[in-house]
Structures are given as structure tokens and as C-alpha cells.
């Protein structure tokens, strides 16, 4: 590779970039020490030559040490001049005279670089889009409606991103709080939408919840899960002692 005259300005200004990335990412400083090291110990024509590779740097990351936050992310991201954040364009919702989509808030948009194995395109290429077939001891989604649930990916990025409403909203009212399912299917269907927090759903309502308290209870182990009454009572004979306790009075 032909080196071009001004290599050691170009150089510089490429490890600077390099450097201030890196401390925005990285407050122990680790990875921009790495670098200088590695750096300090190349010419001109090393350090032209190893970006002639594909992904040339590599982010090192230690646990418990080395962990960049997401607001650490967003800062490298801004220092590099690329954008994190994008506005979607969603057609469905609505359009204008001109055809002309609304567009979300800024959302994260990332490229996530998987190669497929031989079971994912033999078996795993497709998406339910009917939640029909469902376990009703255990709340999930079975045999044909099984690739329509939420992963527990996804629950980690709604707690990394701090989206608690869309964490309670997809585990409850979109998962197996069937009670509270149906009341929002039937509320989407006279007004046409439905308010974040509009259906709050019952403690003992949740099948999966319901189901992990029973394996407590069978293993004697008192749990809150379904309320702060005694814990060592299956909910359904609870529910009938709150019945004959009201009676009485």
C-alpha cells in the first residue's frame, strides 16, 4: 500500500479520533492505554497496513471493570460523529396529503451482524403472528403461536434502556395477564387505542406468575408473589376465604 506524503498528520489525527472514543467509552482508560502501547510500536506503514484488515480495533471489556454504560456509549458515539439514535419513518400509523409518513422519537438502530446456522434456516426462519396456542398452566406460547413470545433479550434491553412502562406493558398485558388481555382486545376495539397504564392487572392474574407461586408453595417456601396475605395458601382457596370472610360481615 502506497503510503500517502502526509501519513504521520493523517496518522496523528486518526489516534486522536481513536484516543477520545475511547476515554469517552472507556473511563478507566484501559483500552486507550492498550492502543497507545500498540500504536507506539508501529510505523507508518504497520499502522496503514492494519487497517487494511476488516474490523481493525477490538473493544476490550473486563467484568465488573471495563463495563461502558449506556449514557458512556451514546458520549463515544457522539465524539465519533455517528449516529446512534435514528427517526423511523411509520408509515401504518399515519400519512399526509403527500404521502409523507410520521415519524417515531429518535430511536436506537443498530446492525447486528449474526450468520445463520443450519437449524436457524431450516427451522427458526419464520415469526407467528397469532398468540392462540397458549399453556394455560404455565402462560406460554406453544407449538405454532411459540415464536411470537417476547425473549428474555428483550427484556434485558427494556432494563438496560431503563423502559420499565414497556417492560410491565410486555410481560403483563401483551404476555399472560389474561383477564387484563382481554379487557384491553375490547378496549382497542370501541375507541380504536388504549393509554399506557389505563389496565393495571391483578397481582394473582398472571398464569406464569401463578404457576411459579404453586412450585413455592409445593416446596414450602412462603412467597409475596400474589399479595402480602399468608403465603402458604393456594390462591384459588385464598380467593374463596376473602369470599366467605365478606359474606360474613
Known sequence: ??????????????????????????ITG?????????????SDQEFYRLFEKK????????????????????KAFKVLGAPLYEKINLPYLYKDSKGRAIKSKPAMVVYLHIKRMKQMLAKKNSISLS??????????????????????????????????????????LRADAMKSKEEMYSTIATTGMIKAGEIVPEKDEVLSK????????????????????????????????????????
Not at 1 to 26: F, G, N, T
Not at 30 to 42: A, P, R, V, W
Not at 211 to 232: F, K, R, T, W
Open 1 to 26: 500500500m502506497a503510503i500517502p506524503s502526509d501519513a504521520k498528520a493523517r496518522r496523528a489525527k486518526a489516534e486522536k479520533l481513536i484516543y477520545d472514543v475511547l476515554d469517552a467509552a472507556d
Open 55 to 74: 474490523l481493525p480495533l477490538r473493544f476490550h471489556t473486563s467484568a465488573f471493570k471495563v463495563e461502558p454504560k449506556m449514557y458512556e456509549i451514546d
Open 131 to 172: 398468540i392462540a396456542e397458549r399453556d394455560m398452566n404455565t402462560g406460554l406460547l406453544v407449538n405454532k403461536s411459540k415464536t411470537a413470545k417476547t425473549s428474555d433479550r428483550e427484556e434485558e434491553i427494556f432494563a438496560i434502556m431503563d423502559m420499565n412502562a414497556n417492560m410491565d406493558e410486555f410481560s403483563r
Open 30 to 42: 484501559t483500552n486507550t492505554e492498550y492502543y497507545k502501547n500498540l500504536f507506539s510500536n508501529m
Open 210 to 249: 401463578r404457576m411459579l407461586y404453586v412450585y413455592m408453595l409445593g416446596a414450602n417456601i412462603m412467597s409475596n408473589l400474589l399479595g402480602e396475605d399468608d403465603g402458604y395458601i393456594n390462591p384459588h382457596t385464598l380467593k374463596n376465604r376473602h369470599k366467605q370472610l365478606e359474606r360474613q360481615y
